[in-house]
């Protein structure tokens, strides 16, 4: 789904949740956030706070809860969507338009609420050292702009050029995948800028 700029953009992008995007939207809106647009996707916020998206996928529709490892889950709806990897965001799945339940959807997010108006959040991880790849590394001692570029990027962006050419197995992709970043390191962007606001 391309970025929108809005939320009506969001749901009528959709090819195949418009309806249930639609009953979701009023939902929340019924509960008294704030509807915005981060990251290209319908977002739910509570003074500035991020409580819950929203997203149409292939096979589903979910709600993402910002806080959700802290909520009580008493229906056992919520999941870790990238186990390992977020730590304190939770989906909620729906496959179909009966999967979706107002009174609990509601429910949840007023408990969310409460976490903020509590002051009760999960931190984020302690910062990593950035390990740079032995290919990234010889890569950029070759281009001087394309290391200086890099230097100056975050440690964030830093570490995800680092994990993507370390995640690939074979030396041949770790290559490629440096070929296709090093124009986006000489331009001062970070790997998935595009998703961000």
Do not use: H
């Not at 984020?124 to 050292?129: E, I, L, S, Y």
């Amino acid at each position: 789904m391309k970025r929108c700029k809005s939320v009506d953009d969001y749901v009528n992008a959709s090819e195949s949740w418009q309806a249930e995007l639609r009953q979701l939207r009023d939902i929340l809106n019924a509960t008294g956030l704030t509807e915005e647009v981060k990251w290209g996707a319908p977002c739910y916020t509570y003074d500035g706070k991020n409580v819950v998206g929203m997203s149409g996928f292939k096979s589903y529709v979910g709600l993402w809860f910002y806080q959700g490892a802290l909520l009580k889950d008493d229906n056992k709806v919520l999941v870790n969507a990238q186990e390992g990897v977020t730590k304190s965001l939770r989906q909620w799945r729906m496959t179909s338009a009966k999967d979706i339940k107002p009174a609990i959807i509601k429910r949840y997010v007023t408990e969310a609420i409460q976490l903020i108006e509590d002051g009760k959040s999960v931190g984020p991880a302690k910062k990593k050292p950035v390990v740079v790849p032995p290919e990234l590394r010889n890569a950029l001692r070759k281009n001087k702009a394309a290391n200086e570029k890099f230097a100056a990027l975050t440690g964030g962006r830093q570490r995800e050029y680092a994990d993507y050419i370390s995640s690939a197995k074979r030396e041949a992709t770790k290559l490629r995948r440096i070929d296709k970043v090093l124009p986006m390191i000489e331009s001062g962007i970070g790997l998935n800028d595009k998703y961000r606001c």
